[in-house]
């Protein structure tokens, strides 16, 4: 819990806002290089797939062809950072609007890890596509189940990071504004 109170302690308006911009700025970059890469080759990448299956992973892999599988790493290696950069802000974001109104003791601290398990999910995904792609033509069933599971947890952890920001955000615009006009009443 002290851990997380020194997370708590250290969000800035100011800090996230740089670390907004930043999120941003990469989501833009990394989608332009995965679009750049669909475009190319018309499949989808594994890291959006979130109907993948082990046969549907690798014939993936396969469509992408020789220099396809080949950007992809390049892609997947930005795509490390990536996760880092995500969890910064989930983490900064839920940081922030827990300090506004949840005391330091509260079990509600414990909320700020779901985007680190969200990074975690993610680097799991991306080392099971990378071992894919390094393995190719081989398959290995399993690199590419555990992927997929891992793509879905990404997702949802990412999700509920932001549902939880939002009603994060919810709860104390309303409690600062029911604050406000009972002060506004007396």
């Not at 995965?34 to 475009?39: D, P, S, V």
């Not at 594994?46 to 993948?52: G, H, K, T, V």
């Not at 839920?94 to 969200?118: C, E, H, M, Q, W």
Request: include cysteine.
């Amino acid at each position: 819990m002290q851990a997380l109170n020194k997370i708590r302690n250290r969000v800035t308006g100011r800090k996230l806002i740089t670390v907004t911009v930043i999120f941003v700025v990469l989501i833009v970059v990394m989608n332009i290089l995965a679009a750049i890469l669909t475009q190319s080759t018309g499949v989808q990448l594994l890291d959006y797939a979130l109907d993948d299956t082990h046969s549907k992973g690798y014939e993936t892999i396969g469509k992408l062809g020789s220099d396809g599988r080949n950007f992809y790493l390049i892609l997947l290696s930005i795509d490390f950072l990536f996760p880092v950069v995500y969890m910064i802000f989930g983490v900064s974001l839920l940081g922030y609007l827990l300090n506004r109104f949840a005391t330091k003791d509260s079990l509600l601290n414990l909320l700020i890890l779901l985007p680190v398990l969200g990074m975690l999910c993610d680097w799991v995904e991306n080392v099971m596509i990378v071992s894919m792609i390094n393995i190719f033509p081989n398959e290995l069933p399993w690199l590419a189940d555990i992927g997929s599971v891992s793509t879905k947890l990404k997702f949802m952890f990412l999700g509920a990071t932001l549902l939880l920001a939002f009603v994060l955000w919810l709860v104390g615009f309303f409690k600062t504004r029911t604050g406000y006009l009972a002060k506004e009443q007396k």
